[in-house]
């Protein structure tokens, strides 16, 4: 899969924006084109600040055009997430760093609240076997090589459905690995 790395403040201003992040993030859930007007709707502001967000998201390739269809006399367009990764560069020069760190925060903040909420509000009774929202977490101990592996299950994990299917269910995940320093646990 190709990746589209944010290399300049400038794509990372585009990408940081909470409104583009909402946005991406409603066409992720949605998981099927959407027209401003259908993302306007869920955040309720104008389907031309949409446009304007899209017009961004578009110029750094996160976003893209999937159809134009007729309505009612006005031509809908609908907008599909790129089929690449993003990556906002954690691994590149030190230069907008804090950036690329509050891009971090912000993810993972929001997606830590949704957990909670549906803790809170929405966890259901479920029998065991059953699928519900969990979080599991500790130490592995890998080779180098079972590192690999173990990335490349997950990515085609990933990769294999993140398209939406009529049964299909939208779930929020964040997966974190990295290894521990024992000078700096």
Request: charged share 20%; proline share 6%; with cysteine.
């Amino acid at each position: 899969m190709e990746t589209i790395t944010l290399h300049t403040k400038q794509d990372l201003d585009i990408y940081v924006n909470p409104q583009r992040q909402n946005i991406l993030r409603r066409m992720r859930i949605a998981g099927e084109p959407m027209t401003p007007k259908q993302l306007s709707d869920q955040i309720g502001i104008s389907p031309s600040s949409i446009q304007h967000h899209i017009k961004k998201l578009l110029s750094i390739g996160v976003v893209e055009l999937d159809r134009s269809e007729l309505i009612h006399g006005i031509v809908a367009r609908y907008y599909r997430l790129s089929p690449k990764t993003i990556s906002i560069g954690l691994g590149l020069e030190a230069d907008h760093q804090e950036q690329r760190m509050a891009v971090l925060q912000n993810d993972m903040a929001q997606l830590f609240s949704g957990f909670v909420h549906y803790c809170e509000h929405g966890y259901p009774t479920v029998k065991p076997g059953e699928p519900f929202g969990d979080m599991s977490y500790g130490i592995l101990h890998l080779e180098p090589e079972q590192v690999k592996e173990l990335y490349a299950i997950i990515h085609d994990f990933i990769q294999t459905h993140e398209t939406k299917t009529p049964s299909s269910q939208a779930w929020e995940y964040a997966l974190i690995a990295y290894p521990i320093d024992e000078v700096h646990p």
